[in-house]
């Protein structure tokens, strides 16, 4: 079955710098990476999401890039603010047939 | 619009004990999934509903069934708990032709066993 490790699992940032979440995964059919934000007590709230037939989704500061062949994805976020401090999920499935699996999270601190 | 809403939002059993936790879906959504997320970990797939029927299942013991009623919610229930079983259980709705896609998860019900 599917395997995702996210990395790192913690990571502090200045106001203002970028953020990068990186995720590989094992199955080479999977097709479908979603991103949630998870902020403390609340739900996991889908971010952003990039299917297998494009390398790169962008919104407004949020954007993800996918590499199949080393079967890696990763989330950049610039201009990061105090909001974004939360947890990060990564997650991969085969759309419409597999259940997503998801990594252990990253928790991001975005220090003022 | 409502989104998810689970309940109850906490819960507190023993060991042996049964227990049942409700989802309703957001509006206009007919499909639900059932996550476990244990304290620190990324949610783990339990089971999906449509339709009625169970579609899949994750690696999960029997313990664990649910049900899908016609209105579309859901219930989760675990019967012999055990310690293992504290965590916080996420329930997710979504469109049935998006088995895993644009995932809509609610707050949550967490289950503490001693």
């Known amino acids: 079955g599917e395997n995702v490790e996210q990395h790192p699992s913690t990571l502090s940032v200045q106001e203002g710098d970028s953020a990068v979440i990186k995720c590989t995964y094992s199955?080479?059919?999977?097709?479908?990476f979603p991103w949630y934000k998870q902020e403390l007590g609340k739900r996991p709230q889908l971010i952003i999401d990039?299917?297998?037939?494009?390398g790169e989704k962008k919104d407004q500061r949020i954007a993800v890039t996918l590499n199949k062949t080393a079967k890696h994805f990763s989330l950049h976020i610039t201009e990061t603010q105090p909001e974004d401090s939360a947890v990060y999920f990564c997650?991969?499935?085969?759309?419409?047939?597999?259940?997503?699996?998801f990594g252990k999270g990253t928790r991001l601190s975005v220090i003022a | 619009d409502a989104g998810v809403t689970q309940s109850p939002t906490h819960l507190i059993k023993t060991r042996g004990q049964q227990v049942t936790l409700r989802c309703s879906p957001k509006?206009?959504?007919?499909?639900v999934s059932w996550y476990q997320q244990a304290l620190g970990q990324g949610p783990q797939f339990i089971f999906q509903?449509?339709?009625?029927?169970?579609?899949q299942r994750g690696n999960f013991p029997d313990r664990f069934s649910g049900h899908q009623f016609p209105n579309y919610s859901s219930e989760l229930n675990v019967n012999a708990l055990l310690l293992g079983d504290s965590a916080l259980y996420l329930c997710?709705?979504?469109?049935?032709?998006?088995?895993?896609?644009?995932?809509?998860f609610g707050s949550g019900t967490q289950l503490s066993v001693l």
């Open positions: 997710a709705s979504s469109l049935g032709t998006g088995l895993n896609e644009k995932l809509f």
């Open positions: 199955d080479s059919a999977s097709n479908y």
């Open positions: 509903y449509y339709e009625e029927e169970e579609r």
């Open positions: 990039i299917r297998s037939n494009v």
């Open positions: 997650a991969a499935s085969i759309a419409g047939n597999t259940p997503l699996v």
């Open positions: 509006s206009g959504h007919d499909t």
